[in-house]
């Protein structure tokens, strides 16, 4: 699974891990990625979605076609 949002296009990001003795190294922050089955325009997909966007569309804000 990647570390993608289909929807939203959410993906890693990087920085530095900054130590107690402030030494600086690179590191990468992912998103919380699930794979959300769903019907899309009537064949069934499987569909890699950002926590964020998997609760909007369950809120009910965002309709998937």
Known sequence: MGKLCEL???GAMSGNLVSHSNRKTKRSWAPNVQV???VINGTPRRVNLCTRCLRS????KYKLD
């Open 36 to 38: 959300f089955n769903t």
């Open 8 to 10: 939203c296009g959410k």
């Open 57 to 60: 569309i369950r809120n009910g």
